[in-house]
């Protein structure tokens, strides 16, 4: 049960974080390069690992 709390805590956090990319780039590609996008975009990538991982642990 803890660990659904916390892979759904972590799927909101993604959201949220998703949201805030697509704000800053805002369908514009070369707003990819922007500083503030890079950071959001590890840090998502990261949230997505952490995600990944935690399912498995659940599955087994």
Do not use: C, H, N, W
């Not at 049960?1 to 892979?7: A, G, K, N």
């Not at 922007?34 to 995600?51: G, N």
Request: proline share 3%.
């Amino acid at each position: 049960m803890v660990e659904m709390l916390r892979i759904r805590r972590l799927e909101e956090e993604l959201e949220r974080l998703r949201t805030k990319l697509y704000q800053s780039v805002d369908g514009e590609p070369s707003r990819l390069a922007d500083s503030r996008v890079l950071p959001l975009s590890r840090r998502l990538d990261a949230l997505i690992l952490e995600i990944q991982k935690e399912k498995e642990k659940f599955r087994q």
